[in-house]
């Protein structure tokens, strides 16, 4: 059984990806460097893009175009965000796929980083396991 | 020489950025290249080489930190900058481009794993180096074993038969890491860091080795001298030695539990980067035989009006645009999409080495007795070229390497995101 559902996970990145924006550097940091983000994920099916205006979900999302789109299953993507992932296994063994310029790939994990340290929060919020 | 660029839609960073490699290459590289081709090994590394005010002029601009994103302080360059960038750098000399690359390896690697304390211990001093001080290697070859290091898909690759000469064993919180590595490692006798490809676990022959971070300043680190060779003689190589040398057990970038994999992502990049610096040097060889047959005169006319001759430029000419195009398509697949598909890769070393040695020869072949001398470029050229159909693991082996994918992937899906 999938760590969360759609429902959570929607909930929980519509507000982590906003918080991340407008309460720390993530934000101008992708201004910065012009960096938009799709996230696909199965299991469940959701995908979500962010730019510096905050994130959409779905079919909103599908319709636009980001310098990096990552894939990966939603129990990946919480290992992710509790950096429980160890980046370079997780791309050699395909359970992140990335597309975009490798630089920019490269670019996006550190960005991540201030909600990779709120996330345990949201964990506890929405009673996910840590 | 310019050339004219069949990609209309070049933008003007990719121009200014394209010019400057190529002012670099011309003013900077082609002499310092000549010099340490006329050298010996050992003086090419001297403290009087012209290697190192080189490599101070190169880490100032920043032409050792094109692989690394901006955001550590790389230059952060899109794959088709990286392809106009080397193919330059490869027109001004082929072993100086690999070195000022291979100088980079372990930093981009750290740059993988997102471990932010190695990122502000060896990343960001490497990306704010402008003295050519701190130099990586990238060290995977072994004096028992050549292109069989890479031989992915062979039943032999995980043999326990394939004993590594260079093993590590975990002792607590430390790797301790005994044997060596072969005369083949690009920069290994002036690298202050490796990216060391070793063996973990014997019992699963290559299969079970990983890759690792190693000081070179660490107790039982020692180098043996600069290798001699025929071509590629301004790129100092040469073996290192490790006797009972500890590094931290996070050093340890990559196990055995998917090293195979990460191996040929690594190959994939580092493969790409053989295809830019080859098509610089079919330019090199192209560029060199264009102006010689214009001025040599013979029969009462120059050489370039004789029939053979404009047949054997164009082929040459078209070797160039031919190596260009796959290399650039290789890379803008394989730069843009993470995990790579390494066949393409492979398709692009091969093929644009292949072309370059073609292009080499016929250079020489129409300079006559002047593409013999020290007096033309052509000659190194040449030598350069031959270097490059072994480097990197050798051509053939690539090939079956690019078979066995074939064999269990083609035809490849779509992307699917």
Known sequence: MPVFTKEVATELFGELWMRMIKETEFGPNLIESKMSILFVVDVPDITMFVDENGPVFDDEAKTRVPTVTMKMDGDTVHKFWLKQIFIPKALAMRQIKAKGPVGKVLQLLPLLKPGQAMYPEYCKKFNLPI | ?417
């Not at chain 2, 070179?216 to 100092?236: A, C, M, T, W």
């Open chain 2, 1 to 417: 020489m310019k050339y004219f660029d069949i990609n209309l839609d070049l933008s003007e960073d990719d121009i200014a950025l394209r010019d400057a490699a190529r002012q670099f290459a011309e003013q900077e590289m082609r002499p310092v290249a000549k010099l340490l081709d006329r050298m010996s090994a050992e003086e090419g590394i001297a403290e009087d080489s012209p290697l190192w005010p080189f490599l101070k002029k190169a880490y100032s601009l920043g032409y050792h930190k094109i692989l690394l994103p901006e955001y550590y302080g790389g230059l952060g360059l899109s794959p088709l900058q990286v392809n106009l960038v080397y193919e330059e750098l490869g027109w001004g000399s082929f072993g100086l481009g690999v070195l000022l690359a291979v100088v980079s390896f372990p930093f981009y690697l750290i740059c993988v794993t997102n471990n932010d304390e190695m990122i502000e211990k060896f990343v960001k001093p490497f990306c704010d180096c402008t003295d050519g001080s701190i130099r990586g290697c990238w060290a995977i070859t072994e004096p028992g074993h050549g292109s069989d290091v890479i031989a992915v898909g062979e039943e032999y690759f995980e043999s326990p038969k394939m004993k590594g000469d260079i093993r590590a064993k975990l002792e607590g919180e430390q790797w301790v890491i005994n044997g060596q590595k072969s005369a083949w490692v690009s920069g290994g006798t002036i690298a202050t860091h490796a990216l060391l490809h070793i063996q973990i676990d014997p019992s699963k022959g290559f299969a079970g080795n990983g890759v690792c971070l190693v000081p070179l300043d660490l107790p039982g680190v020692s180098k043996g001298k600069p290798l001699e060779k025929i071509g590629q003689r301004d790129l100092n190589q040469g073996e290192i030695y490790f006797d009972d040398v500890r590094i931290p057990k996070d050093y340890m970038f990559v196990d055995p539990d998917f090293y195979v994999e990460m191996l040929d992502i690594i190959l994939a990049a580092a493969n790409l980067c053989m295809s830019c610096w080859s098509i610089g040097l079919s330019r090199a060889a192209f560029d060199e035989a264009l102006s010689y047959t214009k001025e040599r005169i013979q029969g009462g006319r120059p050489l370039i009006e004789h029939y053979t001759t404009k047949q054997r430029v164009f082929d040459m000419f078209a070797r160039v645009e031919t190596a260009r195009a796959i290399s650039r398509a290789a890379i803008n697949l394989n730069l843009n999409i993470s995990p790579p598909h390494v066949e393409y890769s492979l398709v692009a070393k091969t093929q644009c080495t292949e072309m370059a040695f073609k292009n080499t020869h016929d250079a020489i072949q129409l300079l006559g007795g002047n593409g013999l001398t020290k007096e033309y470029s052509a000659e190194k050229l040449f030598r350069d070229a031959r270097s490059t159909l072994i480097e990197d693991g050798n051509n053939e082996t690539l090939s079956r390497h690019g078979g066995h994918i074939l064999m269990e992937t083609y035809p490849r899906a779509p992307l699917d995101f």
